[in-house]
């Protein structure tokens, strides 16, 4: 089974600010990962697929990179409205594990 | 409009089973493959269930112990998850999620339902 380390558990930071999320894999996953945005009572949001690819209809600010074990979700130019919980999920293997999130909070 | 709607949750005592239900609309349901994901309070997601385009293939991650079993009605547009020896911990909001692909190999979760709430106690 793969586990998936995010970090960190929550941070805070400022509108405009460049924030960087990174999880990481327990073993080599090639690009078989995919970051979400949850907010409470909302449908969970695809952000960033095949660990780079930006999702349809997600802002530019938001980019993701890396691959094997060690991967990045960055956003640049922080906006109020991306206070929210962020996950990473592979999906190299059964049981497709998510990270146990990121809060972020806007200061 | 393309969505997901999940129904079905409630109040369930320990030890009793639940159906699940996720109605699609606005796309052509049979050609995508569904899974299911939930949220424990204060906790992270949790990937609980696939199932492919014709429902003969799922998977379940292991500590589901065999309790949880992912069906699909592709003439009513309809996913199906049946929970059964239902447990506290399996307190949770319960979301499908239509999958798609990248590449014929990089699958990622692109249509979410904002969850029915199962709550089991007694």
């Known amino acids: 089974e793969i586990q998936m380390t995010q970090s960190p558990s929550s941070l805070s930071a400022s509108v405009g600010d460049r924030v960087t999320i990174t999880c990481r894999a327990s073993e080599n996953i090639a690009k078989y990962l995919n970051w979400y945005q949850l907010k409470p009572g909302r449908a969970p949001r695809l952000l960033i697929y095949a660990a780079s690819s930006l999702q349809g209809g997600v802002p530019s600010r938001f980019s993701g990179s890396g691959s094997g074990t060690d991967f990045t979700l960055i956003i640049s130019g922080l906006q109020p409205e991306d206070c929210a919980t962020y996950y990473c999920q592979e999906t190299y293997s059964v049981p497709y594990n998510f990270g146990q999130g990121t809060t972020l909070e806007i200061k | 409009e393309v969505q997901v709607v999940e129904s079905g949750g409630g109040l369930v005592q320990p030890g009793g089973s639940l159906r699940l239900s996720c109605e699609a609309s606005?796309?052509?349901?049979?050609?995508?493959?569904m899974h299911w994901a939930r949220q424990a309070p204060g906790k992270g997601l949790e990937w609980i269930s696939y199932?492919?385009?014709?429902?003969?293939?799922?998977y379940y991650p292991e500590s589901m112990g065999g309790r949880f079993t992912s069906s699909r009605d592709n003439a009513k547009n309809s996913l199906f998850l049946q929970m059964s020896s239902l447990r506290v911990e399996d307190t949770a909001v319960y979301y499908c999620?239509?999958?798609?692909?990248?590449?014929?190999?990089?699958?990622?979760?692109?249509?979410w339902g904002r969850g029915t709430r199962v709550t089991v106690s007694s």
């Open positions: 999620a239509r999958a798609n692909y990248y590449e014929d190999k990089y699958w990622y979760l692109d249509l």
């Open positions: 606005g796309f052509t349901f049979s050609e995508y493959e």
């Open positions: 199932i492919d385009v014709s429902g003969d293939t799922t």
